[in-house]
């Protein structure tokens, strides 16, 4: 059973800067697809960026330019670079993780079955 643990969270200005942080119990990055979601109040959770065990990497469209996903593989830990952060940014962020040696899938839609306990950025207006 993969444990994933999100730090890094904050409250940051407008163009601001945040990286969060998502440890895991164990290495998976090697045939898992893993992901950052958020999910703002009232709103549905949205998937923000993925990244597979073969590099490739998805952005939604409103953070291209702005965050980067990337991991550290000695760390077993999973990042989220967010620049240049906007009010609109404002959600409670969870990563997440879905073994997918066999399909090779890594959207944002599909059934993620080890997520951590989130983590909050705000961005004030």
């Known amino acids: 059973q993969v444990q994933l643990v999100e730090s890094g969270g904050g409250s940051v200005q407008a163009g601001g800067s945040l990286r969060l942080s998502c440890a895991a119990s164990e290495y998976i990055f090697s045939r898992y697809c893993v992901a950052w979601f958020r999910q703002a109040p009232e709103k549905e959770r949205e998937g923000v960026a993925t990244?597979?065990?073969?590099?490739?990497?998805t952005y939604v469209d409103s953070v291209k330019g702005r965050f980067t996903i990337s991991q550290d593989n000695a760390k077993n830990t999973l990042y989220l670079q967010m620049n240049n952060l906007k009010p609109e940014d404002t959600a409670m962020y969870y990563c997440?993780?879905?073994?997918?040696?066999?399909?090779?899938?890594?959207?944002?839609?599909?059934?993620?079955?080890?997520w951590g306990q989130g983590t909050q950025v705000t961005v004030p207006s």
């Open positions: 997440a993780a879905d073994y997918n040696w066999l399909d090779g899938d890594c959207s944002p839609v599909r059934k993620f079955n080890f």
């Open positions: 990244k597979n065990w073969d590099g490739s990497t």
